[in-house]
Structure formats: structure tokens, C-alpha cells
T-cell receptor, first 108, second 110 residues
Framework: DAKTTQPPSMDCAEGRAANLPCNHS???????VYWYRQIHSQGPQYIIH???NNETNEMASLIITEDRKSSTLILPHATLRDTAVYYC?????????FGTGTSLTVIP | DVKVTQSSRYLVKRTGEKVFLECVQD?????MFWYRQDPGLGLRLIYF???????EKGDIPEGYSVSREKKERFSLILESASTNQTSMYLC?????????FGPGTRLLVL
């Protein structure tokens, strides 16, 4: 599975869009990009995933570059409850490995 | 909504005790997983199971065993708890597309 690189921390003003970047330059053609988040002391929560095309659901949008070497998770209108650690992973198989992720703080 | 539940949110045990952590999923998933999460180390896979009575070792199985007698239930057993097993334990269940995690059990071994 491809290694992913994320900034360790980010801030975002409440109500603004939060754009969380992820680098996965060694991703292979059949590896999906997944995003999860973990609020303190809780289990990771699935957000969204994609292969090539941009994806949107009720929680977020996922933008994957054409060469698939990077992606951005967009929370369109961040709220205080979006404060969490966000994990980007690239995977084909069964085993999900989470790195240290990006700690997002939404500021009132 | 997929639901993965774990028997306890917080647990305190003594060194040498046998510890059972239970996980139940309600979506008829075949694949289930146990991880532990420690600061700076991310998520590490202990064991997983792809069917009833089937189990596979993950990256750090030492000191642990598992049981999968029914499809919906996957148990993690610490045969003789040690202080280095103090951690957050996460159970997950996998659909065709993604993994769903339980709320976690924070275990403290004294």
C-alpha cells in the first residue's frame, strides 16, 4: 500500500471550507484513497473514498488529481464538531494502516 | 447505518489477569479486525478474521488470541495482561468497500 504524507496540523475558521491535503505519490493504479477522522477518544469514522474521480457525499468532497499523486478532502462549512484528526490512506487490500494524520482545529 | 459495538469503553485490569474484549457488528460482514492504537505509533493490526472460526495474525499478535464462534462477534483475549498492553483497542468490520470501526476500549493494565 502506498505511503501517504499529510501536514501534522491545520486550523480553519468556523463556517469556512477546510481543505486537507494528502500526498500519495507512489500510489498504484488499483489503490483507493480513503479518508477517516477520529475525534478524541473515539473510534475512527469513515468519511469518503475514491479511485480516480472526484467524490462527494453528505460529509465531504474528495478531489483527486489527474495523476492520482495527491488528493484533497474538503469540508465545505467547517463546524466546531469537525475538530479531529483526519487520516488519508491508500489501500487495495484488507488492512488499513493509519499514520499520524492531520490534526484539524476549527476555530470559533 | 453499520453498527460496530464494543463491550466496554474503559477497562482497568491487573497484571496477569485474563482479559476479554468483545466486538459485535450487525451488518453480516465476513471480515472483522482488532487493532491497537498508541500515541505516535498509529493503528497496528493484532488479528483479523475473514469467516467464522477463521483467524489470521496481524502485525503484533504476541500476547493476544482471538475467537470467532459466530459471524457477528469477534473477541480479543489477553491471556495474561501486562502493563505494555495498556492501550486503546479498536474493533472494525469490513464491507465490500470500507471498514467501520467501533468506539474503542481504553484498557489500563496496572
Amino acid at each position: 500500500d502506498a505511503k501517504t504524507t499529510q501536514p501534522p496540523s491545520m486550523d480553519c475558521a468556523e463556517g469556512r471550507a477546510a481543505n486537507l491535503p494528502c500526498n500519495h505519490s507512489t500510489i498504484s493504479g488499483n489503490e483507493y484513497v480513503y479518508w477517516y477522522r477520529q475525534i478524541h477518544s473515539q473510534g475512527p469514522q469513515y468519511i469518503i473514498h475514491g479511485l480516480k474521480n472526484n467524490e462527494t457525499n453528505e460529509m465531504a468532497s474528495l478531489i483527486i488529481t489527474e495523476d492520482r499523486k495527491s488528493s484533497t478532502l474538503i469540508l465545505p462549512h467547517a463546524t466546531l464538531r469537525d475538530t479531529a484528526v483526519y487520516y488519508c490512506i491508500a489501500i487495495t487490500g484488507n488492512q488499513f494502516y493509519f499514520g499520524t494524520g492531520t490534526s484539524l482545529t476549527v476555530i470559533p | 447505518d453499520v453498527k460496530v459495538t464494543q463491550s466496554s469503553r474503559y477497562l482497568v485490569k491487573r497484571t496477569g489477569e485474563k482479559v476479554f474484549l468483545e466486538c459485535v457488528q450487525d451488518m453480516d460482514h465476513e471480515n472483522m479486525f482488532w487493532y491497537r492504537q498508541d500515541p505516535g505509533l498509529g493503528l497496528r493490526l493484532i488479528y483479523f478474521s475473514y469467516d467464522v472460526k477463521m483467524k489470521e495474525k496481524g502485525d503484533i499478535p504476541e500476547g493476544y488470541s482471538v475467537s470467532r464462534e459466530k459471524k457477528e462477534r469477534f473477541s480479543l483475549i489477553l491471556e495474561s495482561a501486562s502493563t505494555n498492553q495498556t492501550s486503546m483497542y479498536l474493533c472494525a468490520s469490513r464491507s465490500r468497500e470500507t471498514q467501520y470501526f467501533g468506539p474503542g476500549t481504553r484498557l489500563l493494565v496496572l
